[in-house]
């Protein structure tokens, strides 16, 4: 094959809000696969909100991204050229090679997946890192009870929404935290949630969650941080369990993400506040993936997902996350299977 490929290249380490400039767009050659190797069409790109940290040359989790370097990230891809034994033209992969249109990689550096389970699109969402995000966060560290009130942050996202529904399938009762009317509709009408704050029309949120929560709250599953969560906090019950999954609110912040201490709180309240990343669980996919799998085919589960359309729409994706306009996963849609 003699084509080339775009990339988009991490141009500047932004300060505050990343803007067109963090971003620059190249042409290169494709890469000939050799023995042991593949080459990939991007089909779909995810765009999620933890790459904005890796945009900051700071101590993590995760190394930073490099300058001048590919955007890493969640990628399924169609493999049109193999030299390996373990893959053939027209398995659809999945790996984290990120911004571009066409990657080769060695056959152990992707994983094939089960293209008849689902849309492939859920790989990189409700079976992949944010339903196995949103399992092992609302299962592993809120271990919500039957009829325990469970609150979700960020509700609406891909995160939130999984986490939502996985409370729902454990009987209990669900309020969810979202950013319009639209939202909050889906959530209940769609996801069953049992009540929902809209926090962007709520003048007082600590009234709406002592309305929406009148038995207090048990399992707080926190995806924004800030002030919305200083809200929840005060409501939570005796042995409350604080999941925190995410800060979205704080990612662009230039400042310090100064506010009300928690300490006082967690002791009066015997409450357990826990953060954590996926990564943690890397050795119990397989568990997850196979019960949302499940629930995904029994109906239990749902899932929505909000597709752009072309690789040059991928900064403006990534951009979206922090202004609230997408619905469940925010993908990226490159090219057709």
């Not at 969640?74 to 893959?87: F, Y």
């Not at 209940?188 to 309305?211: P, V």
């Amino acid at each position: 094959m003699d084509a080339k490929k775009q990339q988009i290249l991490l141009a500047e380490r932004p300060t505050g809000t990343p803007d067109k400039n963090t971003f620059k767009f190249v042409e290169t050659d494709v890469k000939q696969p050799e023995n042991g190797e593949v080459l990939i069409r991007t089909l779909f790109v995810s765009v999620d909100p933890y790459m904005r940290g890796r945009m900051v040359d700071a101590p993590s989790y995760i190394p930073p991204f490099e300058l001048h370097a590919v955007i890493e990230g969640g990628v399924i891809g169609e493999v049109v050229e193999s030299k390996s034994h373990q893959l053939e033209k027209g398995d659809i992969v999945i790996g984290g090679y990120g911004w571009q249109t066409y990657y080769t990689a060695k056959a152990t550096e992707v994983r094939k997946i089960d293209k008849d389970l689902a849309p492939v699109s859920t790989h990189l969402g409700i079976l992949g890192i944010t339903g196995l995000t949103a399992y092992f966060g609302l299962l592993d560290i809120g271990k919500p009870k039957e009829g325990e009130t469970v609150v979700i942050s960020g509700a609406a996202g891909a995160v939130g929404s999984a986490a939502g529904q996985i409370a729902k399938i454990k009987g209990a009762r669900v309020v969810g935290i979202a950013g319009s009317d639209e939202k909050n509709q889906y959530l209940k009408e769609k996801l069953q949630f049992d009540e929902t704050i809209n926090y962007k029309t709520t003048s007082n949120m600590k009234a709406a969650i002592e309305k929406a929560c009148p038995n207090g709250v048990d399992v707080y599953f926190d995806n924004v941080g800030g002030e919305i969560s200083d809200a929840v906090h005060a409501y939570v019950n005796k042995f409350a369990r604080i999941v925190v999954c995410g800060a979205i609110s704080s990612y662009n912040l230039e400042g310090e993400d100064i506010g009300p201490r928690v300490q006082t709180t967690l002791i009066k309240k015997s409450a357990l506040m826990q953060g954590f990343t996926l990564g943690d669980f890397s050795d119990r996919f397989s568990e997850g993936s196979a019960a949302l799998a499940a629930w995904l085919q029994e109906g239990k589960l749902t899932y929505e997902e909000t597709i752009k359309e072309g690789f040059e729409q991928i900064p403006d994706a990534f951009l979206d996350l922090f202004k609230g306009n997408n619905i469940g996963k925010l993908l990226v849609k490159v090219a057709e299977q």
